[in-house]
């Protein structure tokens, strides 16, 4: 069996995570990873960079803000891999927020068929219309599509 190396390169860790060199540069910068410097300057990643980047790929593609990532990477280990513990306390930091994001994706969902499926956009059935901005004391944007666990809702 081969052995791996210990340390990859950045042209390694973009192949292996289908992240750009441009966007691992940027999320180092941002703090996000980390990697150590050659005597020739060239960064060098621990192969448990490949796992922060997947979880990072996968918070973004669920809507999280990069602070958001970034403030929960904050928690886990940076000289070794996350363990199954570590990444449980991560993800039940996250639960309610997701479930809130799933609970307002479906009632836009849902509640946006009528609207998309005649084409008209009726105004006496779209939960979009808000005449006379009788809505206006229930916060900005489309209050009846929040998700019940947003406070205003």
């Keep these: 069996m081969t052995k791996l190396p210990a340390l990859l390169t950045i042209g390694e860790v973009a192949h292996r995570s289908g992240v750009a060199q441009t966007a691992l540069r940027f999320y180092e910068e941002r703090g996000l990873i980390t990697s150590t410097r050659t005597t020739g300057n060239q960064r060098r990643y621990q192969r448990a960079v490949l796992r922060r980047l997947a979880f990072i790929r996968a918070a973004q593609?669920?809507?999280?803000?990069?602070?958001?990532?970034?403030?929960?990477?904050?928690?886990?280990?940076?000289?070794?891999?996350?363990?199954k513990a570590d990444w449980t306390?991560?993800?039940?930091?996250?639960?309610?927020?997701?479930?809130?994001?799933?609970?307002?994706?479906?009632?836009?969902?849902?509640?946006?068929?009528?609207?998309?499926?005649?084409?008209?956009?009726?105004?006496?059935?779209?939960?979009?219309?808000?005449?006379?901005?009788r809505f206006a004391e229930l916060g900005p944007g489309a209050p009846l599509l929040r998700p019940k666990s947003d406070p205003k809702a």
């Design 61 to 83: 593609r669920v809507g999280l803000s990069l602070e958001q990532i970034s403030d929960a990477l904050a928690t886990l280990p940076d000289d070794h891999a996350p363990t």
């Design 89 to 133: 306390r991560l993800s039940k930091r996250w639960r309610d927020e997701l479930d809130a994001r799933i609970d307002g994706l479906q009632r836009l969902r849902d509640n946006l068929t009528g609207c998309i499926g005649c084409g008209c956009l009726s105004l006496r059935t779209c939960i979009l219309h808000n005449p006379d901005d």
